[in-house]
Nanobody
Framework: VQLQASGGGLVQAGGSLRLSCAAS????????VAWFRQSPGKEREFVAA????????YYADSVKGRFTISRNTANNAMYLQMNSLKPDDTADYYC????????????????WGQGTLVTVSS
């Protein structure tokens, strides 16, 4: 499946952004979809995931309580609502799908969207 991420931009600390990820075709209920992020010189890190069928969500400790992942199964789209943004949240954000179930490591995800840059100024 092809994924198209959008919604990044420049925001001040404490602000909000909503990222979107559109899939080119139906995502199977057994799949997990996730957001990862990567900043220069760092490895790609897990941010949040949702089981496509059940809607159960998972978050990295660093974003828990601030970010919310959701999905729209009718439109084959998922979202990441980011509130109370901090400069440390600055990164390229990627959406991805995993047919094999939940994983917190990027290598388990098969299909990736292009990154969308989020910059949080202090």
């Amino acid at each position: 499946v092809q994924l198209q991420a959008s919604g990044g931009g420049l925001v001040q600390a404490g602000g909000s952004l909503r990222l979107s990820c559109a899939a080119s075709r139906r995502i199977f209920s057994s799949h997990v979809v996730a957001w990862f992020r990567q900043s220069p010189g760092k490895e790609r890190e897990f941010v949040a995931a949702v089981r496509w069928g059940s809607g159960i969500t998972y978050y990295a400790d660093s974003v828990k309580g601030r970010f919310t992942i959701s999905r729209n199964t009718a439109n084959n789209a998922m979202y990441l609502q980011m509130n109370s943004l901090k400069p440390d949240d600055t990164a390229d954000y990627y959406c991805a799908t995993a047919p094999t179930g939940l994983s917190y490591t990027a290598t388990a995800y098969r299909d990736w969207g292009q990154g969308t840059l989020v910059t949080v100024s202090s």
